[in-house]
């Protein structure tokens, strides 16, 4: 059965549903399309379905970039489409569908998209709009309370037998958008279904666009590795950041970058607070899905730690008497555009509460979209920096990394002081001190 579905999608007389198509979303269309599959992708942002269906391609920025590959002649010949009905996704053509669908909300785990969606779909199930079991395949980040509290439920609701209506799996994303070389081709994948029969179709399935995929005993324990995995990253970035707080006279950098060249042990850098969908979030989403969460003692301190790092930063420049910072990077991380639980944000608020005037510049955000974020305005850069006594650098954008030593220093006529999140400017620090501007790279000795 598995290489009859597999068939029918190259062969075309079946075809691919994408549910949302933002950096996951899109990134499956355009690696299934490159394949020779037919995809259709929905999402409720008219914008996203525009940028495909009339320019031929996503406007997410950098994306092609990070896939590698050029997504337009795909769209020219059809194999990749989308749209905002999402009905039209009900169709028996329709054979697979992967569901990359928001699964947070204000920086916490939200269900709303995901049930919605899934309901869909089981609507169509029960309405007889398939002829055979459509498979599913879960991309989005949930966690395993999911599986009995929201679709099983779900299901028995609608009336849908899964394993017999439907086929469900779990498979979700490891991609690293400002990797190349970290795609949804190249890296292991964990995948797990209902039972063995869907976890072999689910296999089947993303063998076609992934080389190494590895099967979980069952749905639950595959979406659990994904948040267990990024919650010992949270931990241990936590960790980094506590060293740099009880040992602020020493350069924790350092002693980090050296603890890291034993064998089995990573080098973490601390930083103004852990940002984006999978960090920060996969504690919720670990301790949301434990039969007796009270044990992950260590998880709910790490959320308060991290919560607190951004607050951190900007009393220290409340304790320095600072008149005006400006911000570079609303992203929460380099050339990504996605500020979910960006430390800016959490920054911004927190100057703003002891009165320090602070504005934004991020180059892939327009001044529209920062004022609605942050309700701050913007500057221009490198040009706008004059007027700041600190410049805190969040986002390593590839514009802020790349430009000039001169071209920065000659426009920090004010300023006295750079926080810099993840060592961006580093290689420019010597030629600060001669203009007296002081510099501190997160985690450097006294940079707090």
């Given at each position: 059965?598995?290489?009859?579905?597999?068939?029918?999608?190259?062969?075309?007389?079946?075809?691919?549903?994408?549910?949302?198509?933002?950096?996951?979303?899109?990134?499956?269309?355009?690696?299934?399309?490159?394949?020779?599959?037919?995809?259709?992708?929905?999402?409720?942002?008219?914008?996203?379905?525009?940028?495909?269906?009339?320019?031929?391609?996503?406007?997410?920025?950098?994306?092609?970039?990070?896939?590698?590959?050029?997504?337009?002649?795909?769209?020219?010949?059809?194999?990749?489409?989308?749209?905002?009905?999402?009905?039209?996704?009900?169709?028996?053509?329709?054979?697979?569908?992967?569901?990359?669908?928001?699964?947070?909300?204000?920086?916490?785990?939200?269900?709303?998209?995901?049930?919605?969606?899934?309901?869909?779909?089981?609507?169509?199930?029960?309405?007889?709009?398939?002829?055979?079991?459509?498979?599913?395949?879960?991309?989005?980040?949930?966690?395993?309370?999911?599986?009995?509290?929201?679709?099983?439920?779900?299901?028995?609701?609608?009336?849908?037998?899964?394993?017999?209506?439907?086929?469900?799996?779990?498979?979700?994303?490891?991609?690293?958008?400002?990797?190349?070389?970290?795609?949804?081709?190249?890296?292991p994948r964990i995948v797990?279904?209902?039972?063995?029969?869907?976890?072999?179709?689910?296999?089947?399935?993303?063998?076609?666009?992934?080389?190494?995929?590895?099967?979980?005993?069952?749905?639950?324990?595959?979406?659990?590795?994904?948040?267990?995995?990024?919650?010992?990253?949270?931990?241990?970035?936590?960790?980094?950041?506590?060293?740099?707080?009880?040992?602020?006279?020493?350069?924790?950098?350092?002693?980090?970058?050296?603890?890291?060249?034993?064998?089995?042990?990573?080098?973490?850098?601390?930083?103004?607070?852990?940002?984006?969908?999978?960090?920060?979030?996969?504690?919720?989403?670990?301790?949301?899905?434990?039969?007796?969460?009270?044990?992950?003692?260590?998880?709910?301190?790490?959320?308060?730690?991290?919560?607190?790092?951004?607050?951190?930063?900007?009393?220290?420049?409340?304790?320095?008497?600072?008149?005006?910072?400006?911000?570079?990077?609303?992203?929460?991380?380099?050339?990504?555009?996605?500020?979910?639980?960006?430390?800016?944000?959490?920054?911004?608020?927190?100057?703003?509460?002891?009165?320090?005037?602070?504005?934004?510049?991020?180059?892939?955000?327009?001044?529209?979209?920062?004022?609605?974020?942050?309700?701050?305005?913007?500057?221009?850069?490198?040009?706008?920096?004059?007027?700041?006594?600190?410049?805190?650098?969040?986002?390593?954008?590839?514009?802020?990394?790349?430009?000039?030593?001169?071209?920065?220093l000659k426009h920090l006529?004010?300023?006295?002081?750079?926080?810099?999140?993840?060592?961006?400017?580093?290689?420019?620090?010597?030629?600060?001190?001669?203009?007296?501007?002081?510099?501190?790279?997160?985690?450097?000795?006294?940079?707090?």
């Amino acid at each position: 059965m598995a290489l009859e579905l597999q068939d029918a999608l190259k062969t075309g007389k079946k075809q691919l549903a994408v549910w949302g198509i933002g950096y996951i979303g899109y990134s499956s269309l355009a690696h299934f399309a490159r394949e020779g599959i037919k995809c259709v992708g929905g999402d409720i942002s008219k914008k996203r379905v525009d940028d495909i269906n009339i320019s031929g391609k996503s406007s997410i920025p950098n994306i092609e970039y990070w896939l590698d590959f050029d997504v337009g002649p795909l769209t020219k010949k059809r194999l990749i489409s989308a749209t905002n009905n999402l009905d039209e996704l009900i169709d028996d053509i329709n054979s697979v569908h992967l569901i990359a669908v928001p699964t947070e909300k204000n920086g916490a785990p939200h269900m709303g998209a995901f049930t919605d969606t899934l309901s869909r779909i089981f609507d169509g199930c029960r309405t007889k709009k398939f002829k055979d079991a459509p498979l599913v395949i879960i991309e989005s980040t949930i966690s395993p309370n999911v599986i009995d509290g929201i679709i099983v439920k779900l299901a028995k609701t609608k009336g849908i037998s899964i394993g017999t209506d439907i086929r469900i799996g779990v498979a979700p994303r490891r991609d690293w958008f400002v990797s190349p070389d970290k795609t949804l081709r190249s890296l292991p994948r964990i995948v797990g279904g209902f039972d063995e029969t869907t976890t072999n179709l689910v296999v089947e399935v993303l063998s076609i666009v992934c080389d190494n995929l590895l099967p979980a005993k069952d749905a639950k324990h595959a979406c659990l590795v994904k948040s267990v995995e990024n919650a010992f990253r949270q931990l241990d970035i936590t960790f980094a950041n506590q060293l740099s707080l009880a040992y602020p006279d020493l350069n924790i950098l350092e002693v980090l970058k050296l603890a890291g060249t034993k064998w089995n042990i990573e080098t973490y850098h601390p930083s103004f607070g852990v940002g984006g969908y999978c960090i920060p979030l996969a504690p919720y989403y670990v301790i949301d899905g434990a039969e007796k969460p009270d044990e992950l003692t260590l998880l709910k301190a790490s959320i308060k730690a991290n919560a607190n790092q951004p607050k951190r930063v900007a009393q220290s420049l409340k304790k320095r008497n600072v008149k005006s910072v400006g911000i570079l990077g609303l992203a929460y991380t380099g050339d990504i555009k996605v500020d979910i639980l960006s430390p800016t944000i959490s920054i911004v608020n927190q100057l703003k509460e002891v009165n320090i005037p602070v504005k934004v510049n991020d180059p892939l955000y327009t001044q529209e979209e920062i004022k609605e974020i942050c309700d701050v305005e913007t500057f221009s850069y490198p040009n706008g920096m004059d007027e700041f006594e600190v410049i805190i650098i969040v986002s390593s954008h590839s514009l802020y990394v790349s430009t000039p030593t001169n071209d920065i220093l000659k426009h920090l006529s004010a300023c006295r002081l750079v926080l810099d999140n993840m060592g961006a400017w580093r290689d420019k620090q010597s030629q600060f001190r001669p203009k007296g501007i002081e510099y501190h790279e997160a985690g450097d000795a006294k940079w707090l």
